[in-house]
Structure formats: structure tokens, C-alpha cells
């Protein structure tokens, strides 16, 4: 009887290693994806500042260039004023 109770604590404490190995094994994986989850999301929130970066930058060249091309209009449209005040 004794031997039979041996056994019996004996295969719970094995059973109970099995599932504690399980157990820690799933959380290291659980923790593992959650790790290349915020990697990964931080990785495209620098890709994604990079492009906006990089989009600001197009679009406020752009715009400079629209207001030299607005300054050269004006400085036409002044020219050809002074002409008309000549010509009256």
C-alpha cells in the first residue's frame, strides 16, 4: 500500500512538472509574439514617420516653388500695369 502510494505521488509531482513545463513553455511563446508584435509596430511607426518625413518635405518644396512662381506672376503683372499707366 505504501509503495502504491509512492507511485501515485510520485507519477502526480511527474504529471504536475509536465503541465508547470507546458504552462511556462506557452507563456514564453505568448510572450515572444507579443515582443515581435510591438517590434514590429514600432518599426512601422519609424518607417511610417519616415515617409511623412519625407511627404512634408516634397510638399513644402513644392509649395516654395509655387511661391517664386506666384512672385515672378506678380512682378509680370506689375511690369504690365506700369506699361498700361505709359501707354494712358
Known amino acids: ?5 509512492l507511485q501515485e505521488i510520485s507519477q502526480d509531482e511527474r504529471e504536475r512538472a509536465i503541465l508547470r513545463s ?3 513553455y506557452e507563456t ?3 510572450s515572444n509574439l ?3 508584435e510591438k517590434r514590429g509596430v ?3 511607426e519609424l518607417q511610417s514617420d519616415e515617409k511623412w518625413k519625407v511627404t512634408v518635405a516634397d510638399l513644402k518644396a513644392e509649395l516654395s516653388n509655387k511661391d517664386a512662381k506666384l512672385a515672378d506672376m506678380s512682378a509680370v503683372i ?3 500695369k506700369a506699361e498700361l499707366e505709359k501707354r494712358s
Open 34 to 36: 507579443l515582443t515581435a
Open 28 to 30: 514564453d511563446m505568448i
Open 78 to 80: 506689375e511690369r504690365l
Open 1 to 5: 500500500m505504501a509503495a502504491t502510494l
Open 22 to 24: 507546458r504552462r511556462m
Open 42 to 44: 514600432m518599426k512601422g
